[in-house]
Nanobody, 117 residues
Framework: QVQLVESGGGLAQAGASLRLSCAPA????MGWFRQAPGKDREFLAA????????YSEDSVKDRFTISRDNARGTLYLHMNKLKLEDTAVYFC??????????????WGQGTQVTVSS
C-alpha cells in the first residue's frame, strides 16, 4: 500500500507560479491529475520512474511541467502563468504514465489550488 501525500497548493493570483509536491515518489511511474467542481478528472502530466520519459497534456504543456527527485522521493508539478481555470483539486497518482486515471493504482488525497484575479 502506498499512501501519497500532496502539498504546495493554496491561493495564487493569476499569472503566478506554484509548485506542487507529492511523496513518496518510489520505484513506479507517476502522474498528476486535477478535478474542478462539476468536471471530470483531468490528466495533466506523467513521468516514468527514472524520469527519462515525461510528458504533459497539450492543454497545459506550455505552462505545467512534471519532474521528480528520486533521491528525495518527491514528485513535482511546476505550474506557471496560472489562470482562473486552473482552480481545482490536484491529485498525484502512482502506477502508470497513462492519460487514463483508471490505469493508476494509488492516489493522494488531493491539494486545493485556487487562482484569483
Amino acid at each position: 500500500q502506498v499512501q501519497l501525500v500532496e502539498s504546495g497548493g493554496g491561493l495564487a493570483q493569476a499569472g503566478a507560479s506554484l509548485r506542487l509536491s507529492c511523496a513518496p515518489a518510489g520505484r513506479y511511474p507517476m502522474g498528476w491529475f486535477r478535478q474542478a467542481p462539476g468536471k471530470d478528472r483531468e490528466f495533466l502530466a506523467a513521468i516514468s520512474w527514472s524520469g527519462d520519459f515525461a510528458y504533459s497534456e497539450d492543454s497545459v504543456k506550455d505552462r505545467f511541467t512534471i519532474s521528480r527527485d528520486n533521491a528525495r522521493g518527491t514528485l513535482y508539478l511546476h505550474m506557471n502563468k496560472l489562470k482562473l481555470e486552473d482552480t481545482a483539486v490536484y491529485f498525484c497518482a502512482a502506477g502508470s504514465t497513462s492519460t487514463d486515471w483508471a490505469s493508476y493504482t494509488y492516489w493522494g488525497q488531493g491539494t486545493q489550488v485556487t487562482v484569483s484575479s
